[in-house]
């Protein structure tokens, strides 16, 4: 015959403390796992993030450079004292503004509507004869500007 035994209160005391224990590192295992886990995934997203910053960067400067470049033409002709050429040169701005936008627009977020506004002015006051000097560097700079720091120059 068996005997049913009784276990002892130190035996059960004991025995419930290696469950408690056991339970509490396989669940200290799972947070660590989890923990890594989320390092992990939020480093992708670091390095996802940066890489489609530095692939909008690599897009926005062909698209931005040979605007730069007019603008600063038509400046250093505006500081000259040279409006004449400063119109002729800025003539061809809207043309190039148009291939441009197209391309900066999506990548400019946020900035994108003082930019619009910025070329706008540009256009506006070229557009119709010969602007005074204030006004032509004023809408030079206030395009250069922020074109600039969109592509970090």
């Known amino acids: ?9 130190a035996l059960s005391a004991g025995l419930s403390a290696a469950l408690a224990l ?3 590192i396989a669940l200290s295992g ?12 939020s480093g992708v997203g670091d390095a996802a993030k940066d890489a489609a910053t530095a692939t909008g960067q ?5 698209a931005v450079t040979p605007v730069l470049d ?3 033409k038509g ?19 809207k043309g190039l503004w148009d291939k441009a936008a197209p391309v900066i627009q999506p990548l400019a977020g946020d900035k994108w509507p003082a930019i619009e506004m910025a070329a706008n ?13 204030g006004a032509a560097s004023s809408a030079i700079s206030g395009l250069i500007g922020p074109l600039s720091g969109l592509i970090g120059q």
């Not at 799972?30 to 890594?36: F, H, S």
């Not at 506006?124 to 005074?132: A, K, L, Q, R, V």
């Open 75 to 93: 400046e250093g002709e505006v500081k000259a004292g040279n409006l004449a050429a400063a119109v002729a040169t800025m003539g061809g701005f």
């Open 1 to 9: 015959m068996f005997r049913l035994v009784r276990p002892s209160a």
């Open 30 to 41: 799972c947070q660590q796992a989890q923990q890594t886990l989320e390092d992990t995934t």
């Open 58 to 62: 690599a897009a926005l400067a062909p």
């Open 70 to 72: 007019l603008l600063k």
């Open 121 to 133: 002015t540009v256009i506006s006051t070229f557009g119709g004869g010969t602007p005074d000097a």
């Open 22 to 24: 056991g339970t509490g």
